[in-house]
T-cell receptor
Framework: KAGVTQTPRYLIKTRGQQVTLSCSPI?????VSWYQQTPGQGLQFLFE???????NKGNFPGRFSGRQFSNSRSEMNVSTLELGDSALYLC?????????????????FGPGTRLTVL | KNQVEQSPQSLIILEGKNCTLQ??????????LRWYKQDTGRGPVSLTI?????NTKSNGRYTATLDADTKQSSLHITASQLSDSASYIC???????????FGAGTTVTVRA
């Protein structure tokens, strides 16, 4: 199976612009999560989509939004870019795993989109 | 507030040596704990996932331990290789698995 793919891999924008990032999950995975990773803050959760519905949301301003399509592909949009939005944006698709003791979602990360805001 | 603390922040080891990374958490109710390896410029890759009933799990030269009573986990790297140079991230999940708490990571540098 192909892994999680993200496009574009690199992006340079200027302050005030908006950007749309795309994520294609592993075939059969219905959950997609987005994360922002910066050197100082580590991985921070943005939001999660499942079957086209936002199921969970982190503590980011409304400038960060997302959506999921019927084929599970997801897009993330950032409007009115700020310098502090420069980061690696990671997408992860999830597969539900059921063991003898517990159920959990195993996440598979994409390579990320490196966004630089000038 | 659920927190995950990792130590050390970074370490340098010689090729062939062993090292141990630590992860302490306050996440409750606890569901599972994961260790990820992230190479520079790439997405994290899962090394191990442990539920509350497991106290050790291995993946090749990587061995993770979990003490759910003290809320501590460790990742031991045996006979390190240059390719082990990466950031290692501890992630803890609450029951329901909808909320993950991430550690800041430990950066490991293996030198020849």
């Amino acid at each position: 199976k192909a892994g999680v793919t993200q496009t574009p891999r690199y992006l340079i924008k200027t302050r005030g612009q908006q950007v749309t990032l795309s994520c294609s999950p592993i075939s059969g995975h219905r959950s997609v999560s987005w994360y922002q990773q910066t050197p100082g803050q580590g991985l921070q959760f943005l939001f999660e989509y499942f079957s086209e519905t936002q199921r969970n949301k982190g503590n980011f301003p409304g400038r960060f939004s997302g959506r999921q399509f019927s084929n599970s592909r997801s897009e993330m949009n950032v409007s009115t870019l700020e310098l502090g939005d420069s980061a690696l944006y990671l997408c992860a698709s999830s597969l539900s795993v059921l063991t003898d003791s517990i159920a959990y979602n195993e996440q598979f990360f994409g390579p990320g989109t490196r966004l630089t805001v000038l | 507030k659920n927190q995950v603390e990792q130590s050390p922040q970074s370490l340098i080891i010689l090729e062939g040596k062993n090292c141990t990374l630590q992860c302490n958490y306050t996440v409750s109710p606890f569901s599972n704990l994961r260790w990820y390896k992230q190479d520079t410029g790439r997405g994290p890759v899962s090394l191990t996932i442990m539920t509350f009933s497991e106290n050790t799990k291995s993946n090749g030269r990587y061995t993770a331990t979990l003490d759910a009573d003290t809320k501590q986990s460790s990742l031991h790297i045996t006979a390190s290789q240059l390719s082990d140079s990466a950031s290692y991230i501890c992630v803890v999940s609450e029951v329901g698995d909808y909320k993950l708490s991430f550690g800041a990571g430990t950066t490991v540098t293996v030198r020849a």
